[in-house]
Structure formats: C-alpha cells, structure tokens
C-alpha cells in the first residue's frame, strides 16, 4: 500500500474547514493538534491532523469546551468515536425536532378551532419548539475576545461544561424567555410570575459568574454588545432587547424587595 502523503499548510486547511488561522493556532497551542513543519519552518497538515481537527470541530459543533474535547481525544476510538458521538447528537436533536412538529401540527388545530391560544399553551409551543444549541461564531469569539480579560476566558474555557451541561443551560434560558413572552405585552415585572421568571434567570446568571462581580459585569457587556451588534441575533433562543429590559425590571423589583 502505498504511504498516504496528503498534505495541505494552514491557511489551506482553514479555507477547506472554513475557520481560522488563529482558531488553528489556539488548537495548536492547547495541544489538541501537532502540525509538522516543512523545511521552511511553515507547518503542514497530513492526514492525521486533518482527521484529528475534523474531530476537534465536530465536538466543538456539540457545544464540547476545548478543555473537555482534549480529553476525549487522548482516549481510543478517534474520529470514528468522535462521529458515533454526533451521530448520537443528531438522533437526540431529529426526535426532538419531531416532537415540536408534532406539537406545532396540534398548535394549530387548536387555534383553528377554538381562535385563540391560551397563555400557557403559547409559553408551552415556544419552549418545546426553541432550538438551543449555541453555535459560537467569529463575531461571537471577538465580542468574548472585547470584553472578558484572558484570564476570565481561561477560567470559563477550563470548567468541566459538557454537551449536556451545554443543553440544561440553554433550555432553561429558552423557557425563561418562553415565558416572558407568556406573560403578554406591558407585563407588570412586579407580579409573582414575573419575579419567580426573575429569580430562575438570577440562579442561571449566578451559576455562570460564580458570584464573581468583574465575571458578571464582563457578561453583562458582553450579551448588550451581541445584541446590540446582531451577533446575537444569529443565535437560537438568544435574548431579545425586549427580554432583557423586562428581566431588567423584575431584577430591580426582586432588589427592592430583598
């Protein structure tokens, strides 16, 4: 057989796989990849390393931090564990998409026979069909980049956040917003719904800051940028302008009566 002398350099690879050179670098550095160097000193990519950094991006599409991907792939199975993994991914998000079909088909014969959704069935139809998966783009890692110091960024990057960390997550921020949008127009933040809305979105920011003030202002900055940018926009069940100045709202209410 003869020996496989595919090779490509990193701007090459980065164009076919549609990222950057400085994501291949960073992956370099945290020593998820070991490019070679030709004689020029210029690194190149053989089959290895291109198998090795499809593995790398299929875990990152998963929502896998780099910390916990570099220790899936210092065990057995290499890329061909890695897809059994997202295959697994994509059966868990088809029957999931199937179920919010199924209840988006039941949405509307409802409301073709009755006129009208109740509260409660539209926060429920908004929750079962939110799409949560975070894809962390560019614009996304320069926003992160702007405003969280580097020691902050190796802090997140380093807890133990897996996919299903990743999913509890962003499903509990997708019914916190689901039922916001429950609650009607001109809601009254004051109310006990409202602040018990409140109170979820306090333990989901406590738990992502670790009641680090300096991490919670950095986050703070960091989504009113995204917003305001439409980086966030892209993203699925990404907070409204309207969500956070009603969680704004009930934020004060819960201060005023703490």
Do not use: C
Request: proline share 5%.
């Amino acid at each position: 057989m003869k020996p496989n002398v595919f090779q490509e350099t990193g701007a090459a690879i980065a164009q076919r796989f549609g990222i950057t050179s400085k994501a291949l670098r960073v992956y370099e550095r945290l020593g998820l990849i070991k490019p070679r160097r030709n004689g020029a000193g210029w690194r190149i990519y053989q089959q290895p390393e291109i198998e090795r950094l499809g593995a790398i991006l299929a875990l990152r599409q998963m929502g896998l931090p780099l910390k916990r991907i570099g220790a899936l792939l210092k065990g057995a199975g290499g890329l061909d564990a890695v897809l059994e993994l997202q295959e697994s991914a994509l059966l868990a998000a088809r029957a999931q998409s199937d179920q919010a079909l199924a209840l988006v088909r039941l949405a509307r014969q409802r409301l073709a026979q009755q006129g009208h959704l109740s509260p409660d069935e539209v926060g429920n139809l908004i929750r079962s069909t939110a799409m949560t998966e975070l894809k962390w783009t560019p614009d996304m890692e320069a926003l992160a980049q702007k405003h969280y110091t580097p020691e902050q960024l190796q802090e997140l990057r380093a807890r133990p956040f897996s996919a299903a960390d990743q999913a509890r997550v962003s499903t509990a921020w997708a019914n916190v917003f689901a039922d916001i949008d429950a609650l009607g127009p001109d809601a009254d933040p004051a109310t006990e719904k409202a602040l018990e809305i409140g109170r979820r979105a306090q333990a989901l920011i406590q738990e992502f800051t670790q009641g680090d003030g300096e991490m919670l202002k950095a986050a703070g900055a960091f989504n009113r940028d995204a917003m305001q940018s439409g980086a966030g926009a892209a993203q699925p069940g990404w907070m409204s302008p309207a969500h956070w100045q009603f969680m704004g709202r009930v934020f004060a209410e819960l201060k005023a009566k703490a």
